[in-house]
């Protein structure tokens, strides 16, 4: 995370996450090398706002869109200043709405980012109080923590409030992206409201399993069974037949491949070769060979004169 300055404009570069990353649900999240970037800057009033890419439509809900009001809210958050008379607002998305890549967590993380940058105490606003408002907004830690902090994380709650572990990581991973959306509230009320003991401890197994695989690099195949999961996957397949049937044909076939987030992107540990299948899934979804991001929200300054 980047610690705030004062300026007039600042440009935050937000990544796009994968959470839970099969077993590690509502805990484990990766930050991806696919960001979008968004300016902010402070004016003498009135609010502007500009969109190029994912969510061109949502520039219409002014003080409603989701940047703007988690700006406000850091703001108020740190204190000590009015808010600013104007702002504006100028996003350029890459990362797929509604696909389980964390659009939501990268605009409240950029919101969050840019207050602290341009607040005059912003530098009061520490690393934790971040990573405590970011999950008020967004409900649970796993998203919002890569973004904030890049690598893989590891999220949980504790008497003190949501906290993370951070782990270098140096990985390939490939997503598939199809044309559909849906939304994190409906895939998360197709989730049953208790599991088997049996299921649970398997989960607990496989996810303590798929941080010594991906950190120690100790093989496609371990790495196969680390991402096998028991908790969501199956439950929400209902809602991405397509995304389900995507995950078992890459699994069969050997290749380490969950839902991403509460999908219905397909994530796979690697980059394809010729006998991957899915590589030529046809019309409906964007294949995109990505790293591991080892940054998280990134700040520096903007001249708003370079408009």
Same mark, same amino acid.
């Given at each position: 995370?980047?610690?705030?300055?004062?300026?007039?404009?600042?440009?935050?570069?937000?990544?796009?996450? @994968?959470?839970?990353?099969?077993?590690?649900?509502?805990?484990?999240?990766?930050?991806?090398?696919?960001?979008?970037?968004?300016?902010?800057?402070?004016?003498?009033?009135?609010?502007?706002?500009?969109?190029?890419?994912?969510?061109?439509?949502? #520039?219409?809900?002014?003080?409603?869109?989701?940047?703007?009001?988690?700006? /406000? +809210?850091?703001?108020?958050?740190?204190?000590?200043? !009015?808010?600013?008379?104007?702002?504006?607002?100028?996003?350029?998305?890459?990362?797929?709405?509604?696909?389980?890549?964390?659009?939501?967590?990268?605009?409240?993380?950029?919101?969050?980012?840019?207050?602290?940058?341009?607040?005059?105490?912003?530098?009061?606003?520490?690393? #934790?109080?971040?990573?405590?408002?970011?999950?008020?907004?967004?409900?649970?830690?796993?998203?919002?923590? !890569?973004?904030?902090?890049?690598?893989?994380?590891?999220?949980?709650?504790?008497?003190?409030? !949501?906290?993370?572990?951070?782990?270098?990581?140096?990985?390939?991973?490939?997503?598939?992206?199809?044309?559909?959306?849906?939304?994190?509230?409906?895939?998360?009320?197709?989730?049953?409201?208790?599991?088997?003991?049996?299921?649970?401890?398997?989960?607990?197994?496989?996810?303590?399993?798929?941080?010594?695989?991906?950190?120690?690099?100790?093989?496609?195949?371990?790495?196969?069974?680390?991402?096998?999961?028991?908790?969501?996957?199956?439950?929400?397949?209902?809602?991405?037949?397509? @995304?389900?049937?995507?995950?078992?044909?890459? +699994?069969? #076939?050997?290749?380490? #491949?969950?839902?991403?987030?509460?999908?219905?992107?397909?994530?796979?540990?690697?980059?394809?070769?010729?006998?991957?299948?899915?590589?030529?899934?046809?019309?409906?979804?964007?294949?995109?060979?990505?790293?591991?991001? !080892?940054?998280?929200? /990134?700040?520096?300054?903007?001249?708003?004169?370079?408009?």
């Amino acid at each position: 995370m980047t610690d705030g300055f004062e300026t007039a404009g600042v440009t935050v570069e937000v990544p796009a996450t @994968s959470a839970n990353l099969g077993p590690g649900f509502d805990s484990l999240g990766l930050a991806l090398s696919l960001f979008d970037e968004v300016s902010v800057e402070l004016t003498d009033g009135g609010l502007e706002i500009e969109i190029r890419g994912e969510g061109e439509e949502l #520039a219409a809900l002014g003080e409603r869109h989701l940047i703007v009001r988690v700006f /406000r +809210r850091a703001w108020e958050r740190v204190g000590g200043a !009015p808010q600013p008379a104007g702002l504006r607002l100028s996003c350029v998305n890459r990362i797929p709405h509604s696909r389980g890549l964390g659009s939501s967590s990268a605009a409240i993380v950029a919101g969050i980012t840019a207050a602290r940058a341009l607040h005059p105490e912003g530098k009061s606003f520490s690393d #934790a109080g971040a990573l405590r408002l970011a999950t008020e907004i967004e409900g649970h830690p796993d998203n919002v923590a !890569p973004c904030l902090a890049g690598g893989l994380t590891v999220a949980w709650s504790g008497q003190d409030g !949501p906290r993370l572990v951070r782990l270098d990581l140096d990985h390939q991973v490939t997503v598939f992206v199809p044309e559909h959306r849906l939304a994190t509230e409906q895939a998360r009320g197709l989730l049953p409201e208790t599991v088997s003991h049996h299921d649970a401890a398997a989960n607990s197994g496989r996810a303590a399993l798929l941080i010594a695989a991906l950190t120690s690099k100790l093989g496609y195949d371990v790495l196969l069974d680390a991402t096998e999961d028991r908790l969501h996957q199956a439950y929400r397949a209902p809602a991405m037949p397509g @995304s389900a049937a995507l995950v078992a044909r890459l +699994r069969q #076939a050997g290749v380490p #491949a969950v839902i991403s987030g509460a999908g219905p992107t397909v994530l796979a540990f690697g980059w394809p070769s010729p006998d991957w299948p899915g590589v030529d899934t046809g019309n409906g979804w964007h294949i995109h060979q990505l790293n591991v991001s !080892p940054f998280g929200a /990134r700040v520096q300054p903007r001249d708003p004169r370079t408009r």
